[in-house]
C-alpha cells in the first residue's frame, strides 16, 4: 500500500505515526522520490503509482537489483528520449529473502 506524508527531516516539528507490521518471505518494500511516479512524457502524462504497482507485481519474483533496473528501463521508456526527467529518482527496494 502507499503511505504518504511529511518527508523525514524536512520539517523539523512534524508528528508521525508508529506503525508495525510483518515483513515475511517474499514481502516487497519499495521507497522511493516522487520523481518516478511524477515523469511526464512528450504527452504530459504521468508515469503514475499504478505503473509502479504494476511492476513490482509482475517483477516481484526478481531480487531487488533487477526490479530496480527494470522500473528504471520501464521509467525510461515511458518518458521517451529528448524529454528532460522533471526531477530527481531515487529508488530503495528491500526484500525478504527467508
Known amino acids: 500500500y502507499h503511505k504518504g506524508g511529511t518527508p523525514i527531516g524536512v520539517v523539523e516539528e512534524a508528528k508521525y505515526e508508529k506503525e508495525e507490521f510483518k ?3 517474499g514481502d516487497i518494500i519499495l521507497l522511493e522520490t ?7 512524457n512528450e504527452k504530459r502524462q504521468q508515469f503514475g503509482l499504478e505503473r509502479v504497482k504494476k511492476l513490482l507485481v509482475n517483477y516481484k519474483d526478481k531480487d531487488v537489483k533487477e526490479i ?15 524529454v528532460p526527467q522533471g526531477d530527481d529518482i531515487t529508488i530503495l527496494t528491500l526484500k525478504k529473502m527467508e
Open 23 to 25: 515483513f515475511e518471505k
Open 34 to 40: 516522487d520523481g518516478i511516479y511524477e515523469t511526464m
Open 68 to 82: 530496480n533496473q527494470f522500473i528504471m528501463s520501464e521509467v525510461e521508456r515511458f518518458k521517451g528520449e529528448g
